[in-house]
């Protein structure tokens, strides 16, 4: 609750900040509508009007030392699991040039409402919860050094976490070159919903550290490459999730995608709970390339990832954004990930006479599956005469998921939709 | 345990790798020199080398992909129990 106050007052604060700079405009005729005023047209005179005052007469504007950007954005995911969630976000910019400082704060509420076949086999129907999440980061870069710090925070009725992180920077070769390295902790618990933490709770920690280089190919090119290692200490078994044990005989039996009430009649009395090892080292290396055509921006990402838990997996992405005109942006999206299932994974797991399996899970998240995106978005950007620093658009992401080797469901469809608002401020 | 030491290799392998190329990409970079006046294409917004997708999205992939990595350092757990 602490942090959540932090949060929303460090909010605050800087919202106030963003609205005293926008307040202060910069010299301007008498002339100026009130409208203009503020923004880079202001000492323009308006063609249009037969009132303007010769060109001569315009005295330039000043430019804005402070330069903010308030972002709000709804989301809407809903699945072929009964799985649905609505996320609105409000996220605040404010950055110096000339200083060299940013900050950066954001805050969201997840409602969740729930009836996938995890919960129906859990014999729970229904489920809904809240959660909220918020950060804040900053960064200080004088000259070719930067350093920056962040904080983050995610709160449920059953999962606290709050995690912090540092960043240094380098420009090398006249910001040819940038060189960056990162450092993260984070501490989750995990509890039941209706369960004080002090009564039952799981406690997981969280190291990370990253490092990315920048690199400018070319006046049109960039490129990111990254790597980031993650290492995790503790239980992060979901203690709702049951496992299904079934006797050697009836396992080999079961084929992918079996029914809650086949597998409600074939398994064993014994339902344990999930247990998941207590170490995971976490690594991924990736890559980022982002190409700017005269009216067109091309980005590809690739990123491959590998744990200790044994789960392989790389994640593909691309993004062509077209502009049309000044005002419209028009964008496609495609993503394909796949992903082998960890060590410990099995569809059926057997009860023997050396008793229940040490690990297992029902998480179908650590089982082998693809999945394949494909989106569409377009932004506008409002103001007139020309367009000035404020922008509406949306996204829409439609998810394939296939899952390889797992009870109850063998895919799953997704779709996520996105209102972005966005105002320089 | 002893089914995780292969995994530990073939990652020690992967970073290897990846060193190589980043290696060769910064041996590449310093060939070209782009100079501030150049950069009008790189200046435009689509151009951030942050990730693109909104906080919906990335929560979603978070939840529903069994991998990570990307993002950047001081992010809170997922919180998906």
């Known amino acids: 609750m602490r942090l959540q106050l932090t949060s929303a007052f460090l909010l605050i604060i800087l919202l106030v900040a963003a609205k005293g700079a926008a307040e202060t405009p910069p010299p301007s005729p008498p002339e100026a509508r009130p409208a203009d005023a503020g923004s880079p047209d202001a000492a323009k005179p308006d063609a249009t009007s037969p009132t303007s005052p010769p060109q001569t007469e315009a005295r330039p504007a000043a430019p804005r030392r402070i330069a903010g950007r308030l972002r709000g954005e709804l989301a809407a995911y809903t699945d072929s699991d009964h799985v649905d969630v609505v996320t609105p976000s409000l996220s605040l910019d404010l950055a110096d040039a000339t200083q060299g400082w940013s900050a950066h704060a954001d805050y969201l509420v997840d409602a969740v409402s729930a009836a996938s076949v995890d919960i129906v086999s859990s014999a729970s129907r229904h489920w809904t919860e809240t959660r909220q999440a918020g950060g804040a980061q900053a960064t200080f870069k004088p000259g070719d050094l930067g350093v920056g710090a962040a904080g983050s925070f995610s709160s449920e009725p059953d999962y606290l976490a709050w995690a912090t992180g540092g960043t240094v920077t380098l420009d090398l070769d006249q910001k040819n070159l940038t060189l960056l390295a990162g450092y993260g902790y984070g501490h989750d618990t995990i509890g039941r919903s209706g369960t004080p933490f002090s009564v039952f709770s799981h406690s997981l920690t969280r190291n990370a550290f990253n490092g990315a280089v920048t690199i400018v190919m070319d006046p049109a090119t960039i490129v990111v490459i990254g790597g980031d290692l993650i290492l995790e200490r503790g239980d992060q078994s979901k203690p709702y999730r049951y496992v299904p044990l079934f006797s050697p005989g009836v396992a080999a039996g079961i084929a992918p995608g079996t029914s809650i009430d086949d597998v409600n009649r074939l398994r064993l009395q014994e339902r344990p709970l999930e247990q998941l090892p207590l170490a995971r080292d976490r690594y991924a290396a990736w890559g980022r390339y982002l190409h700017r055509y005269a009216h067109a921006t091309l980005r590809l990402e690739e990123r491959l990832y590998t744990d200790t838990w044994g789960l392989h997996a790389s994640s593909s992405d691309a993004r062509f954004m077209i502009d049309r005109g000044d005002r419209w942006l028009l964008a496609s999206h495609v993503r394909f990930h796949a992903q082998s299932p960890v060590s410990f994974w099995q569809r059926a797991y057997t009860l023997t006479d050396a008793g229940v399996p040490a690990l297992r899970t029902g998480d179908r998240e650590l089982g082998p599956l693809w999945s394949a995106t494909g989106g569409i978005g377009v932004r506008w950007k409002g103001g007139r005469p020309q367009p000035t620093g404020w922008s509406i658009g949306g996204d829409l992401d439609v998810t394939w998921t296939s899952f390889l080797d797992d009870l109850y469901i063998g895919s799953r469809l997704a779709g996520i939709a996105t209102f972005v608002w966005e105002t320089d401020l | ?81």
Do not use: F
């Open chain 2, 1 to 81: 345990m002893i089914a995780m030491a292969p995994t530990a290799a073939l990652a020690r392998k992967a970073l290897s790798r990846v060193l190589l190329l980043v290696v060769s990409l910064v041996t590449l970079g310093g060939c070209i020199h782009v100079r501030p006046y150049q950069r009008e294409r790189l200046a435009h917004s689509t151009m951030t080398t942050a990730d693109w997708g909104g906080p919906g999205e990335a929560h979603a992939r978070a939840v529903r992909e069994g991998a990570t990595g990307g993002g950047s350092a001081g992010e809170a757990g997922c919180g998906c129990n």
